[in-house]
Structures are given as C-alpha cells and as structure tokens.
C-alpha cells in the first residue's frame, strides 16, 4: 500500500489503527456478549486516508463458509466478500505458523495486518 492516497493528493504516512481489543483472543477485551471484530472504514473523499483496527460488538454465530451479512460471525471470525459470496472466515495471523484447518491458507484480507483462512 502507498502513502500516498491517490494522483495529486499529498503524502501522509499511514495512520495507527484504532484497536480497541484483541480480535485473535478470547476473552477479547469485550463485554460478556460482544466479540471483537477488525473492520476498515473507507474515505469518502478522494484524499482521504481508510481508517481500520478492531472494534467490539455483538458476537454472532456464524463460523468458517457459513453466510454472513445479516448474521454476525462468531469470535475469531470476520464477514468477507468471497467467490463464493459473502461468508465467514476464521482469523489467523499473517506471520507464524499456518492455523487455518486444513486445506485452506492464510491470506490478507482487506484489514491491514489482519488474515483470514481461504
């Protein structure tokens, strides 16, 4: 990723992320009922920087290939726009060993320093 945001808009540096708790534990650092989700939030104007971290809100069921969109994904899982439509992922970190089951891989997704099992 450049730091530059786009053709004619000036360099910034990328900023932190805003993580407000531990989307790869359990416990998360959330209230009993919620669970930790990285999320990115996209700029609406054309230099603006995307900002992106973690995130507590209500856990959900949904786990690795289930549908999601409506329903929330469980903890450790995160909602993604896949071939085969919108679905839950299992988080696993980009660097160390591969902890996706068996068959899938760890590959970034669009969170910045956040993968998910494909």
Do not use: W
Not at 64 to 84: E, F, K, M, W, Y
Not at 99 to 116: E, I, K, Q, R, S
């Amino acid at each position: 990723m450049s730091d530059t945001a786009g053709p004619g808009c000036p360099d910034a540096g990328k900023p932190p992320p805003a993580l407000e708790c531990d989307a790869y534990s359990e416990p998360s650092g959330c209230d009993p009922g919620d669970a930790c989700y990285p999320f990115v939030d996209y700029p609406s104007e054309p230099c603006g920087q995307e900002t992106y971290g973690t995130i507590c809100a209500p856990a959900g069921t949904g786990m690795q290939g289930d549908p999601c969109g409506n329903s929330l994904c469980a903890p450790r899982h995160v909602c993604v726009i896949t071939g085969q439509g919108t679905q839950c992922i299992e988080l696993c970190q980009l660097e160390g060993p591969n902890t996706c089951p068996a068959g899938l891989f760890c590959v970034p997704v669009d969170v910045d320093g956040f993968g998910g099992c494909f």
